[in-house]
Nanobody
Framework: QVQLGESGGGLVQAGGSLRLSCAAS????????MGWFRQVPGKEREFVAA????????IYADSVKGRFTISRDNNKNSVYLQMNSLKPEDTAVYYC????????????????????WGQGIQVTVSS
C-alpha cells in the first residue's frame, strides 16, 4: 500500500506560478510511475502529466505542454508539478497518482491505470 499527500495548491492570479508536491509513504520500495490529474465539478478526471520511475520519460496533456513541468525525487519519495503561466481554465482539484510498474521508463496517462491516489488539492487561478 502507498499513501499519497499533495501540497502547494492555492489561489494565484493568471500568469502566475505554483508548485505542487506529492509525498509518498508506505510501500515505496517498488518501482512506481507517477502522474498528476485534475478535475472540475461535473467533468471527468483529466490527465495532466506523468513521469516514469527513473524520471527519463515524461508526457503532458496538450493543454499544459510548455507551461507545466513534472519531476520527481526518488530519494524523497516525492513528485512535483511546476505550473507556470497559469490560466483560469487550469482551475481544478489536482490529484497525485501512483502505480507499480515493471518497466522503469513506463508512463501511464489513464486514471484507470493508477491504483493509488492522493486526496486532491485545490488550485484556483483568478483572471
Amino acid at each position: 500500500q502507498v499513501q499519497l499527500g499533495e501540497s502547494g495548491g492555492g489561489l494565484v492570479q493568471a500568469g502566475g506560478s505554483l508548485r505542487l508536491s506529492c509525498a509518498a509513504s508506505g510501500s515505496t520500495s517498488s518501482w512506481y510511475c507517477m502522474g498528476w490529474f485534475r478535475q472540475v465539478p461535473g467533468k471527468e478526471r483529466e490527465f495532466v502529466a506523468a513521469i516514469s520511475w527513473n524520471g527519463g520519460s515524461t508526457i503532458y496533456a496538450d493543454s499544459v505542454k510548455g507551461r507545466f513541468t513534472i519531476s520527481r525525487d526518488n530519494n524523497k519519495n516525492s513528485v512535483y508539478l511546476q505550473m507556470n503561466s497559469l490560466k483560469p481554465e487550469d482551475t481544478a482539484v489536482y490529484y497525485c497518482a501512483a502505480d507499480r510498474t515493471v518497466a522503469i521508463a513506463a508512463v501511464k496517462t489513464k486514471p484507470m491505470n493508477y491504483a493509488y491516489w492522493g486526496q486532491g488539492i485545490q488550485v484556483t487561478v483568478s483572471s
